[in-house]
């Protein structure tokens, strides 16, 4: 069936004929089939370069062999016990490893169940209520940060969804990225906050990039008032590089959260942080959190395979970010838009200059990036379908797909 087939059959039987809707595409969704190294092939026989990367896991790219073995590997032994297995201690030790922020560590199923679990966390810690989080942040799809900003006079948020309870919403404060006094204001007059929860590089509207110094500004702000910080680094983990946004930019936050490249393209989430916050964690401690597929051996053996994969080849952290910058660099001089990278994650926002935040990245063209968007798609070049989801590259992205993608952007651009 090609794929305007199946999504009629999909829209009757699924809401929005979707299972998660930044995938609904006007006036369908393309249906993949197969994915193997940098490229997919849908249901209508086009093979496209992928630079969506199911929105950030796929850092190796489809289908890579060392993953698949160890897929497979396990498979011949089974995939659920509902006991520990040898590979939590093992996982959990280059984790703990990787990032000394993270003393102790838990597996979970989703990103964000880890947000979810870790916000509890501080919550059971402190004993406080309130959380701050940052305007345009993403941190999952669960009550506590389906919030959005209150009408100008108010930092308490309101619901983002229909669902969500006021009551509820009223304890998520936000404030704008790259804005310190911002977060010192809030935390002056807010004495009830548990913790600031922040994606370090904003990935879920751009990437929107920390200014000089902004991000140790807020480990010494939320220090000075007794505040925990947590740093979401579900996206930026493992991506940005071994050790994530927090080794790149040197801070210690008191909780972090990965996902995404940690499973490899398995379903997984892990929250950690100091030993004494972790230790309140059930059974150790009054935290409650439990999950059926916790620590699921698939997900932890494709996840070690990938971790494996990158220490045996810290240099591959480079050449995506030399890929990122050719692209950047072969942009036609005339434009209106600006390109942001870091790494392997890119964006090129239709907006005269680099967002700094939430409201200034919502200044952007969506239409523009609509048109380039499709023609992107008829180049071949799958970018996510949206101006406000990074754009990633794997390592397994050649250079011809870098040429391919920066011819098919100056063709879209000009
Ligand atoms: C994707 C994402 C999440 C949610 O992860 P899921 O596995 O989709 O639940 C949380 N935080 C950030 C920063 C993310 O990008």
Redesign the pocket.
């Known amino acids: 069936m090609k794929s305007s087939e199946l999504y009629a059959l999909a829209a009757k039987l699924m809401p929005g004929g979707v299972s998660s809707p930044v995938r609904a595409i006007r006036p369908y969704p393309f249906y993949t089939l197969a994915g193997k190294g940098s490229r997919i092939k849908t249901a209508d026989g086009q093979y496209l370069i992928d630079c969506c990367l199911a929105?950030?896991p796929l850092l190796l790219g489809h289908a890579h062999p060392e993953i698949r073995a160890a897929i497979t590997a396990q498979l011949g032994n089974g995939w659920l016990y509902g006991t520990p297995t040898p590979l939590e201690p093992e996982m959990a030790g280059v984790v703990t490893g990787d990032h000394p922020s993270m003393e102790m560590v838990r597996f979970v199923s989703?990103?964000?169940?880890a947000?979810m679990s870790a916000l509890r966390a501080a919550r059971g810690f402190t004993g406080k209520s309130d959380i701050v989080k940052v305007e345009g942040g993403?941190?999952?799809a669960h009550d506590a940060v389906l919030v959005k900003a209150g009408s100008g006079a108010t930092t308490l948020g309101v619901p983002d969804s229909a669902g969500v309870l006021p009551d509820l919403a009223r304890h998520t404060l936000q404030v704008p990225y790259n804005d310190p006094e911002a977060l010192e204001g809030i935390l002056a007059k807010h004495r009830d906050v548990a913790a600031f929860i922040l994606?370090p590089v904003l990935?879920?509207i751009g990437p929107v990039l920390p200014e000089k110094g902004y991000l140790a500004e807020v480990r010494s702000i939320t220090k000075a008032h007794d505040v925990l910080l947590i740093f979401?680094e579900?996206?930026t983990g493992y991506r940005l590089g071994i050790g994530g946004a927090q080794a790149l930019y040197g801070i210690r936050p008191d909780l972090t959260t990965l996902?995404?490249v940690l499973g490899g393209g398995l379903p997984i989430?892990a929250f950690g942080g100091r030993r004494e916050i972790m230790a309140c964690i059930a059974p150790s401690g009054p935290v409650y959190q439990a999950g059926t597929f916790s620590g699921n051996p698939l997900s932890l053996a494709a996840g070690a395979a990938t971790l494996k994969y990158l220490h045996g080849l810290p240099e591959a952290y480079r050449r995506l970010d030399e890929m990122s910058r050719a692209i950047g660099e072969s942009l036609p001089r005339e434009r209106r838009g600006s390109f942001v990278r870091l790494g392997s994650m890119f964006k090129y926002f239709f907006r005269a200059n680099p967002p700094r935040d939430y409201r200034q990245a919502k200044e952007s063209d969506t239409g523009a990036f609509g048109e380039f968007w499709k023609g992107m798609l008829a180049r071949g070049i799958f970018l996510p379908p949206s101006q406000f989801e990074t754009n990633f590259l794997s390592v397994v992205h050649t250079d011809e797909d870098t040429t391919a993608i920066s011819e098919a952007y100056r063709a879209c651009l000009s």
């Open positions: 929105y950030g989703t990103g964000g169940e947000t993403f941190h999952g994606e990935g879920n979401d579900v996206i996902g995404k989430g």
